[in-house]
C-alpha cells in the first residue's frame, strides 16, 4: 500500500519496507555547490493505509504516520475512493502517463491503480510538486487491470454476480442478482448457437466487469466509456462432468437444507466457467483498442472481441466461434498466449504447436462476403518449451544466453493456410507489405479461380472490391484521370508485351499512389488480372477463356455502375475488344445501345437543372482517344485462334458510337479523318455537312489532316471497289461530286504541273518493275493542265467504270478535272510539286 516517488537525480536508493521506488523521467537535478557531496532528492511517499496524498520525504526513512496526528487527519475529499486498511495497490498497478509534446513536456501523470479506485498525480516538474489531482472509485473492488500505452487505455475488471445465474431464489439470492447486470449489453453478432443436444446447462455463478479510462496526451481530461461485462455467454454442462457427481455425494454427508444443498452445488460447479483475469487480453488493432476474451462462448469455443470506440463513446461486440479454444483453462501455466502481429490477432497455443491468426477489422464488417475464419499454422518451432512468449511480438529463449527473437509475419505462410475461393482482399491490402508482394499474392489468388473457372466465388470478390473502392474518393479520381494511358492494351490489338505464352506479367504497370494502398484500383484490376489473361488467352488460342474474361469483365464493369460509379475509359474498352474478339454481336450492340441511352438521358436532365450521378462522354478526358481507339477495333483484322469475327452490321454501329463522342466532344474533323480511314464515305459527307463549314470566301482554307478533298476521293475509289454495280459506282461518284463543289470547290480548280514520263511504253507492269533504276535517266518532262485534285490524285479508276473508253468513265473524268492525254498512267513516274 505504500509508494514512493524520487527524481532521476537520486544517487541513492534503497528498498524500505514495502515501498515502490519510481524515478520522474525529466525531473531537474537538484544545484549543489562545488565540493559538495551531499545528495539532494525530489522524493514523495504514499501510503494508502492512512490516506492517497503524497508527503515529501526522503529515502532513507518513511514518514512516520502516528495515531492522532495531522497527518492522520483528513477530510471526506481526501477519503476519496480510499479505505483505509483495505485499499491496496493491484501489482504492477503504478504506471507513469507524460503530457504535452516533446518540446514542452512538463506534466507527468502518476496512475495507481489500487482496489478500491483509481487515482490520479499530477507531477510538476518547474514546480517540483506533486498532487493528487483525480479519484475513480471503483463499484466493487478490482481483481485485475490492463493497460495499453499506446492509446493510454485502462481498463479495470470487477467481479459481480451473473444475474442469468439459475437457482435460489430467496432474499439473499434476489439481493445479489438486483446488485448484478441485469440488463444485456449491445452484441451486435454473435456466431454462436446453442448445441440443442445439452438440454441441462448452467451459467456461471460471476461475470467480470470492465471499467474503462482513457487518459489524454495533451490534457489532464479522463474519457470514460459504458461499463460492459465478459463472462457472460459462457455455460457449464452439469451432466457431463464425473467431478459434479462426486461433488454431489460428498456434500450429502453433511446436513445441508436440501435448498441450500442445491446452491452450494451450482455454485461450485459453475466457478468452474468464471472468466478469470488470464483470459482477458488488451491489444490496439489498427489503431483502436480491443478487449479479447478467450473461451467465451459454451464450454470454452469461442473469442469475445469488444472494441472500445473512444470516438463513439460506446463499445462493439462480436463473439467468433472458436473450437481450438473447446477445453483449455486459461491460467498462470497456460498454454495459451495472446499477440499482435501486423495487426492481426494471434493465438498461440503449444498444446497443439498451432498458431491462429484473426483479423478484426473482417470480423466487426457487416460484409458477409468476406471471410472471417481463423487461419491455423502447424509451427511446432516456435513452441518450443525454451521459448516464452512476450506480448505482443516477441519471443524469450530462456535456455543458454537467453536470447530475444522479434516475430514478423510471413504473408506467402500465411496464405498457404487459406482457403483458395476465401474473399481475404480486402485482408491482404491491409497487410504492412510491400505494394508489389501484396499484388502478386492477389494476382496469384484471382488466377487460381480463374483456370478453374469459378465465376461464382469471382463474382463475390468483386463486390466485396467495388465496396470498398466505392468509399476512396482518391482511387476515384485517381483512375479517372491516369488510365489513358492502358488504352493500347486495353484494345487488344498490339500483344508485344506478352512475349511469352507464360509470361503474363510483363505489363508497364502505372503507379498507383500511396493513399490508393487499401483498395483495389480500377487500374490495378485492369493491369494485375483482366488485361495479363485476356492477352494470355489469345496468345494461346484458348477461345473458352477468352469469353470467360470476357464475362467477368463486364460483370466489374456493371457493379461499378451499380454503385454509380464511372468505369475508365480503359475499362470500357476492354469490355468493347472482348465482346468483339468472341463474336458477342448481341451483347456488344446492347452495351453500345444502353450507354447512348445513358447519355440522351443525362443530358435531358442537365437541361432541365435536374441532379444525375452520371457523367456524359465529353466529361471524361480520355474520351477522345478512347473514341479513336474504337475506330482501330472496328477495323482490325484479327487472325488467331481465340478470335471470332463480328458482323458488319455490329462494327457499322461501334463507327457510328465513336463518331458520336468525338463529335460530341468538338473532335469533328477527327471524327471525318476516322470515317474516311473506315471507309464510310457517307458518313464522313454527313458529319461536314452538318458539323463543319469551312468560309467558302477564302481561297487558302486549311483543312484538317485526313478531311481534305483527295481523302474524300481514296474512300470514294475503296468503296466502290466494294460494290458490284456500274451504276451504284457512278451515283457514289456523282453524290461525292456535289458535296466537294461545296465542301472545297478549289479542289477543281485547273492548274498545270509539270509531269515525268518515261520514253519506254512497257508492256506489263511486271515488265516496268524490272527496268533498272538508271532508266529514269530515259525519260520526258511535260506540262498537264488538270484538276489540283487530279494532279493529287494521278489515277482515276477507269476499270471500275467500264474503261477509259466509256461514256460514263469519260464523264466522271471532265467532272473532276481529269484531261485526257495519249500517255499510260504507268508511264507517270512522279508529278512535279510546282507550277
Known sequence: ????????????????????????????????????????????????????????????????????????????????GIIPGSTSIIGGGVLWSARGNQDDNTHLDLIVVTTTSVIVYNMNIAK???????????????????????TRTLVIGSYKSNASQSGGSDDDEHQKSQASFSTPFPIDEIEYQQDESNKSTSFPSAVMAMKTLFFSEDSPMVETLPTFAVGTLREVAAQEEDEGHELTLSLESFDFPPTKLEKIQQKEHSESAVVLPTEIFLVNLYGSVYCVELGSLGSGQGVGLTKLDREAGCIHVRHQKFEALKGHKIDVESTISVGVLDNLLCIFSKKDDTTYFLDVADIFSDDQRVFRESIERFEPDIHDE?????????????????????????????????????????????????????????????????????????????????????????????????????????????????????????????????????????????????????????KKGDPRTLRFISSLSVHYFVELERRFMTPSVALQCLVVALLWRTGENAELTSFLSARQSQWTITRRRRQMNLPTANRMYFDNPGAIPYAETLFLIAKEEFVDKASVHCAPSTARQLISYATIILVGCGATSLAVKHLLSA???????????????????????????GTKSKDFFHAAISNARKQSSVSERCKSFYHLYCFLQQWDSSAFTLDSRKIRLSRRRASNEHNYRRRSFLAAEDS???????????????????ELFGGKDSACCQKLRAMFGYRSHPYSPDQIRRSSSFR
Open 1 to 80: 500500500r505504500i509508494a514512493t516517488v524520487e527524481g532521476e537525480n537520486a544517487t541513492v536508493s534503497r528498498s524500505i519496507g514495502r515501498r515502490h521506488s519510481f524515478h520522474g523521467k525529466g525531473l531537474p537535478a537538484a544545484t549543489k555547490p562545488e565540493g559538495d557531496h551531499s545528495t539532494n532528492y525530489d522524493h514523495w511517499t504514499i501510503d494508502l493505509s492512512y490516506h492517497a496524498n503524497p508527503v515529501a520525504s526522503k529515502p532513507e526513512q518513511l514518514p512516520y504516520f502516528r495515531a492522532g496526528s495531522a497527518r492522520n487527519s483528513f477530510g471526506k475529499k481526501d477519503e476519496e
Open 128 to 150: 517540483k510538486q506533486l498532487v493528487k489531482t483525480q479519484v475513480f472509485p471503483h463499484d466493487d473492488l478490482a481483481a485485475s487491470f490492463w493497460y495499453e500505452s499506446m
Open 386 to 538: 525454451n521459448l516464452s512468449f512476450l506480448a505482443p511480438q516477441y519471443f524469450l529463449d530462456t535456455s543458454g544466453q537467453g536470447l530475444l527473437y522479434r516475430v514478423v509475419l510471413s504473408l506467402p505462410l500465411l496464405l498457404q493456410s487459406a482457403p483458395p475461393t476465401a474473399c481475404i482482399i480486402p485482408f491482404l491490402l491491409r497487410r504492412n507489405a510491400p505494394k508489389a508482394t501484396i499484388r502478386s499474392h492477389i494476382m496469384g489468388r484471382f488466377s487460381t479461380l480463374i483456370e478453374t473457372r469459378d465465376m461464382s466465388s469471382l463474382r463475390k470478390w468483386i463486390g466485396v472490391i467495388v465496396d470498398q473502392y466505392s468509399k476512396s474518393d482518391v482511387a476515384l479520381k485517381f483512375d479517372f484521370e491516369s488510365t489513358v494511358t492502358l488504352l493500347s492494351k486495353s484494345s487488344l490489338i498490339s500483344l508485344g508485351d506478352v512475349k511469352d505464352a507464360d509470361d503474363i506479367t510483363a505489363m508497364d504497370h502505372i503507379m498507383v499512389p500511396a493513399s490508393c494502398g487499401k483498395v483495389l484500383t480500377q487500374t490495378e484490376m485492369l493491369q494485375m488480372i483482366l488485361l495479363p489473361r485476356a492477352m494470355l488467352a489469345i
Open 679 to 705: 471507309g464510310q464515305l457517307n458518313d464522313a459527307i454527313n458529319v461536314c455537312s452538318k458539323k463543319i463549314r469551312p468560309n467558302k470566301g477564302v481561297e487558302d482554307t486549311i483543312f484538317a489532316e
Open 780 to 798: 520526258d518532262t511535260i506540262v498537264v493542265e488538270q484538276s489540283v485534285l487530279a494532279h493529287e490524285c494521278p489515277r482515276f479508276p477507269d
